[in-house]
């Protein structure tokens, strides 16, 4: 009998042990990581019967992918001028702790928790332009994104969904992370 190594398992024991550890891990983003994750961990609960499934299906095969989807739109990221960006929230100077310790874990978490539930579940019941609406006004309503940084995501949300279409859902959550990183700054501070 051959066991499959389920990473979507290991990132989900990951996010509940930052979630358990978020005083230490994060310092005085705590209490936002906590309510962010609060608001996946509740999405996810909600929609159980079809994230699940989703979750079990992600193995080391999708590494690849994750790899592709980062690689690719961290060059877009440090390339492109951050014009469109810049509506979601403005930039975020980061420091050494804020990338390690916040920045990294926090970017990393979120984008596998979205692509998850707005590119793996959600679209299976709504399908992928109302999941990518979903998308937008979840950011609008709990992340405080203004209103044009919310369209601009429902037009990436959409985006992401034809990256998952071609690369899998992994390709897109590592295409989501780069974004995450580029948009708080992080990802220049890497290179």
């Given amino acids: 009998m ?3 190594l389920a990473i979507g398992v290991i990132i989900l024991l990951i996010a509940g042990y930052l979630w358990t550890q978020a005083d230490f891990i994060y ?3 705590a209490g936002m990581v906590r309510n962010t994750m609060m608001v996946y961990f509740g999405l996810m609960a909600v929609m159980a019967p079809l994230v699940l499934p989703t979750i079990m299906k992600i ?4 590494v690849p992918m994750f790899s592709l989807g980062f690689i690719v739109t961290s060059v877009l990221m440090l390339t492109v001028p951050n014009i469109l960006t810049s509506l979601l929230a ?3 100077e980061a420091n050494i702790a804020l990338v390690l310790g916040f920045g990294f874990l926090h970017g990393f978490i979120k984008a596998f928790f979205e692509e998850v539930i707005f590119r793996g579940a959600l679209p299976t019941f709504i399908g992928d332009i109302w999941s990518s609406v979903a998308f937008g006004l979840f950011h609008f309503g709990i992340t405080g994104v203004p209103l044009a940084g919310a369209v601009f995501l429902m037009g990436l949300g959409y985006l ?3 990256v998952r279409d071609s690369m899998g859902l992994m390709g897109a959550t590592g295409s989501h992370f ?3 990183l580029g948009v708080m700054g992080i990802l220049s501070q890497m290179i």
Avoid: F, S
């Avoid at 193995?59 to 999708?62: A, D, Q, T």
């Fill in 178 to 180: 780069a974004y995450n």
């Fill in 59 to 62: 193995g080391l095969e999708e």
């Fill in 2 to 4: 051959k066991i499959r």
């Fill in 90 to 92: 403005g930039q975020v």
């Fill in 27 to 29: 310092g005085p983003y």
């Fill in 160 to 162: 992401w969904a034809k």
